[in-house]
């Protein structure tokens, strides 16, 4: 099956569900880069929450994108300006958004599932995020399930939308 947006001939290995508070939900066929516009697409559509100022001025923290350590760098730096991770070499990243303590929300659980002989075999990671198009927090889990071939990942917006995007593991990547 081709990805439903118009004009793309890219396979349809990626279901986004978004389901709304009022229950309302809407499921999309579509490839890896327009799994990644739906999500952004259904979070532009929800409300900004009312005026909170602890909702304003979240911390920053840059990562690696690949390896995860914390990196010296400003998350306004232009991609073209990165330095290679000093520990791997990559220049993907990871900006961790953390609110203030006062909110008691910024606490992030992983979990992971082992197998003797096999390893890792699926991991879970749940953390408190901050959507930035909507100035409010969200929560974000991804199940990454080697075993299963299995990436899930579920965000649950400050008015409680629901945005799930799953697919194959090894789909799960640019075309
Ligand atoms: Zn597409
Ligand atoms: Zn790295």
């Known amino acids: 099956m081709n990805?439903?947006?118009a004009a793309c001939s890219e396979e349809a290995?990626?279901?986004?569900?978004?389901v709304d508070p009022a229950g309302v939900t809407a499921v999309s066929e579509v490839c890896f880069d327009h799994a990644r516009s739906a999500k952004v697409?259904?979070?532009r559509s929800r409300p900004r929450p009312p005026h909170r100022p602890d909702f304003i001025d979240p911390v920053t923290a840059v990562?690696?994108?690949d390896c995860r350590i914390p990196l010296e760098e400003s998350s306004s730096l232009p991609t073209g300006d990165r330095q290679p991770c000093p520990v791997c070499g990559s220049v993907a990243r990871h900006v961790a958004v953390t609110l203030h303590d006062t909110l008691g929300l910024s606490e992030s659980i992983n979990a992971s599932v082992r197998r003797p002989g096999h390893g890792t075999i699926a991991k879970v990671r749940s953390e408190?995020?901050?959507?930035q198009d909507l100035q409010a927090p969200a929560r974000v889990e991804r199940l990454i399930d080697h075993e299963h071939d299995l990436y899930v990942e579920?965000?649950?917006?400050?008015?409680?939308?629901?945005i799930e995007t799953r697919a194959k593991l090894t789909d799960h990547q640019p075309g």
Do not use: M, P, Y
């Open 128 to 131: 408190d995020s901050f959507t």
């Open 41 to 43: 697409e259904a979070t």
């Open 63 to 65: 990562e690696c994108g």
């Open 3 to 5: 990805c439903q947006r």
């Open 13 to 18: 290995n990626h279901t986004v569900t978004v």
């Open 154 to 162: 579920k965000i649950v917006l400050w008015d409680d939308t629901i």
